[in-house]
């Protein structure tokens, strides 16, 4: 009866070492699958957090340029970033960001109107005056056209700020 203790006893020892190493393989593989998934939520965050930075260092820019009347490949700069847009934001996001990029395009032809650009003669920039000023029927359209722009571009960025903290 002795020897049929020690080689029970051996059973279960076995039986429990191979049971531990079971469970150690389960949850050595379960932690790293949840670790990969872990990061690929991180890189998808930082990859929408980048994005909706860039539209919105975009915009100001855009604002700034069309102000100081300068181009500084902005065509360019607005269709790289939509195709982006279209691919990683959000439908709400995406929405958004076409209305307010109508808007800006809507307020930036006004302006033009509104604010024509100094004319350069040699390294000198002058602004003609005239008497009716022709520009004045352009001045109060372009103002609401900034004002609604301005409100949906704040209202996008509220969006995308929102999607953030809730990811």
């Known amino acids: 009866m002795k020897e049929y203790v020690a080689v029970i006893a051996a059973i279960v020892a076995g039986l429990f070492a191979f049971i531990s190493a079971l469970t150690m393989w389960r949850l050595t593989h379960k932690t790293s699958e949840i670790s990969r998934q872990q ?15 860039r539209v919105h260092e975009l915009y100001e820019s855009a604002i700034k340029c069309t102000k100081s009347y300068k181009n500084d490949n902005l065509t360019e700069s607005f269709s790289k970033l939509t195709a982006e847009i279209n691919l990683i934001a959000s439908d709400e996001i ?31 920039s002058y602004i003609m005056l005239q008497s009716p000023d022709p520009t004045l029927k352009y001045k109060k359209p372009e103002k609401e056209a900034y004002d609604k ?19």
Request: aromatic share 18%; proline share 3%.
């Open 39 to 53: 990061a690929m939520a991180d890189a998808k965050f930082n990859e929408k957090k980048t994005l909706y930075v």
């Open 94 to 124: 995406v929405k958004q960001c076409f209305y307010v990029a109508e808007l800006f395009q809507d307020w930036i032809s006004l302006y033009f109107k509104a604010f024509p650009a100094p004319q350069k003669i040699g390294d000198q």
């Open 149 to 167: 722009f301005y409100r949906s571009y704040e209202e996008l960025v509220k969006l995308m700020r929102a999607e953030l903290v809730s990811a």
